[in-house]
């Protein structure tokens, strides 16, 4: 049930957030603090914001409807999580973590990583 409950608010949050930045890149964009100067960087925030967070929302629900997907799909999520983080962590390490924006979403990722790593370790204590 935790893990529907997860499920639920990860397709919210990340379907939320790729269908922002995948129909409305300017707003997006002027909102996490970058700046669309080309048609090329509205093509990056679409694609690499507006995409990828779309899919995984979408694939949340996918996982809500099929328990078969779960699995997989936090492995997925762990994968991307930890990457963000990375890029957090030399964020703070270069100095430039100075915003509150930064701090809610690095929150956010590290709730998210502590969870997906405890589910992951019940699948696989799960013998049948």
């Known amino acids: 049930m935790v893990n529907k409950l997860f499920l639920f608010i990860t397709a919210l949050v990340y379907g939320y957030l790729g269908s922002w930045a995948l129909f409305f890149p300017d707003s997006f964009s002027e909102q996490v603090g970058l700046t669309i100067n080309t048609?090329?960087?509205?093509g990056e925030i679409r694609s690499v914001?507006?995409?990828i967070n779309l899919l995984v929302g979408l694939y949340s629900f996918l996982a809500?409807?099929?328990s078969k997907n779960e699995?997989?799909?936090f492995k997925i999520l762990l994968f991307l999580i930890s990457g963000i983080l990375l890029g957090r962590i030399v964020t703070a390490f270069f100095g430039e973590f100075s915003s509150v924006f930064l701090l809610y979403f690095?929150?956010?990722e590290i709730?998210?990583?502590v969870f997906l790593l405890i589910a992951l370790?019940?699948?696989q204590r799960k013998i049948f």
Do not use: A, H, P, Q
């Open 39 to 42: 048609d090329l960087g509205s």
């Open 49 to 51: 914001y507006g995409g």
């Open 64 to 66: 809500i409807v099929k």
């Open 71 to 73: 699995e997989l799909f």
């Open 106 to 108: 690095t929150m956010f």
């Open 111 to 113: 709730i998210y990583l």
């Open 121 to 123: 370790r019940k699948f």
